[in-house]
């Protein structure tokens, strides 16, 4: 069964710190992996986007990676500011459907 | 370009009634796909709709239903409402795997 995983949970952290959330998958075919922030109510935005042959992809203080063997991606946040405070999804698609296959989210926040 | 615009933004209805969500595509983007995001939860497929034929459908039952039409806009029909389906209701268009969301519709059923 294609599954989404991610953790934490949830993750409370102060402003100016890094973190990282993580994604496991187990969607195969494999297509891509795309990273969306998701502001309270809102629809989710894109972030970055990796195919099977990326490894790291950067948007601005967003980084992601990518490992395709172990299917796991990370989203690392350097100096985190009070508007990132937000629900950040991990999101799969497969080669067969390209339908995506979403995570459940980690829930961020970010104090002063 | 414009984005992906959804209709209308809250709502409330009573169990049993039927309701009709809207979203306009992003200009050009042929396929639109509908979501359902439980609070707290990641959104959940609903179906899928290319150049105006259903081409993919979720574990939803038959009262959930759609229509694509000829400007790739679409509509989200719910009969028969539950109180779970309370939830945000999340379309995205696309084009070539490309996905923009809209803010989504929050439904309220009570």
């Known amino acids: 069964k294609n599954q989404v995983e991610q953790s934490p949970q949830s993750l409370i952290i102060l402003e100016g710190k890094n973190c990282t959330l993580q994604c496991n998958y187990t969607v195969s075919p494999f297509s891509n992996l795309r990273w969306y922030k998701q502001d309270t109510g809102r629809g989710p935005v894109s972030l970055t986007i990796m195919t099977f042959s990326e490894n790291t992809k950067s948007n601005g203080r967003y980084t992601a990676t990518l490992d395709a063997d172990t299917k796991q991606s990370s989203l690392h946040i350097t100096a985190s500011q009070l508007s990132d405070s937000a629900s950040y999804i991990c999101v799969v698609s497969a080669v067969s459907t390209d339908k995506l296959i979403f995570g459940t989210g980690t829930r961020l926040q970010v104090f002063p | 370009e414009t984005g992906v615009t959804q209709s209308p933004t809250h709502l409330i209805k009573t169990r049993g009634q039927q309701v009709t969500l809207r979203c306009s595509s992003q200009?050009?983007?042929?396929?639109v796909s509908w979501y359902q995001q439980a609070l707290g939860q990641g959104p959940q497929f609903i179906f899928q709709y290319y150049r105006e034929e259903e081409n993919g459908r979720g574990n939803f039952p038959p009262r959930f239903s759609g229509l694509q039409f000829p400007n790739y806009s679409s509509e989200l029909n719910v009969n028969a409402l539950e109180l779970d389906d309370s939830a945000l209701y999340l379309c995205?268009?696309?084009?070539?795997?490309?996905?923009?969301f809209g803010s989504g519709t929050r439904l309220t059923v009570v």
């Open positions: 995205a268009s696309s084009l070539v795997g490309g996905y923009t």
């Open positions: 200009s050009g983007h042929n396929t």
